[in-house]
């Protein structure tokens, strides 16, 4: 299960493919993307509890979009009920529940990074007397909670953006499926990089009008994802003419 090296280019060919998956039935897609945005409200207004279930559940609601791509690629319909395929297989939605735990931990490992560090800023201040000391030590961990973030968030994306579909569509385990993706990015990260900065451009784009672009986008984005995983895993993907 090795993954396949790419190019830079071939970062914005992914684009250019999940939009063309979109334009399948971007009726459809849109609907499928509305449902899906509902149900994270309503999930997440529970108290207490709803934020981590949805964060659990987000990668069997990822590898839904991802099969209804996979479907708008064989040519079939793409249907709201494809958001919720990936809970109706056991094996797999252990995996992917395993999976939704990654982000719930590089946010507690944020949390505890900035509380660390501006401990140490107010323990700098309380050893030195100085106000100045511990003024200059807040303002240097303020300058490195934009990399932790950062760093975080590139290390949660290339952990989870292969090893999604290698367990939805190769039954992967959760620890195989981890280790691929994160061998895929490591080799391919110039393109996962472009691929990354693109996302994040269009998403603030996306939120411009009252976040509707995201109607559009998480589609997009979704079959692009599938598109980069079936050049990247050519070896387990069936060939197909269209490609």
């Known amino acids: 299960m090795t993954p396949h090296t790419s190019t830079t280019t071939d970062a914005l060919d992914w684009y250019a493919r999940g939009w063309r998956l979109f334009l399948h039935q971007p009726l459809m897609w849109v609907g499928l993307t509305l449902l899906f945005l509902i149900i994270a409200l309503v999930i997440n207004l529970v108290p207490l509890i709803g934020g981590l279930a949805f964060a659990l559940c987000l990668p069997a609601f990822a590898a839904g979009f991802l099969h209804a791509a996979d479907q708008a690629h064989k040519g079939n319909p793409v249907l709201p009920m494809h ?141 692009a994802t599938y598109a980069s995983y079936r050049q990247l895993w050519s070896d387990l993907v069936s060939a197909d003419p269209d490609d």
Request: charged share 5%; proline share 4%.
């Open 83 to 223: 958001l919720f395929t990936a809970f109706q297989t056991r094996e797999s939605l252990n995996a992917l529940l395993l999976l939704g735990l990654i982000p719930l931990a590089a946010s507690f490992a944020g949390a505890v990074l900035i509380a660390l560090l501006l401990g140490g800023a107010m323990g700098v201040g309380a050893i030195t007397q100085s106000d100045d000391a511990a003024v200059g030590a807040l303002v240097g961990g303020g300058l490195m909670l934009p990399l932790i973030s950062i760093g975080l968030f590139v290390l949660v994306v290339a952990a989870l953006i292969y090893a999604i579909p290698l367990v939805w569509f190769h039954q992967a385990s959760a620890k195989d499926a981890l280790m691929g993706s994160l061998e895929a990015s490591a080799r391919n990260i110039l393109p996962l990089t472009l691929f990354t900065v693109i996302y994040v451009v269009l998403s603030l784009i996306a939120a411009m009008p009252a976040g509707l672009g995201f109607l559009v986008l998480i589609p997009v984005i979704s079959g």
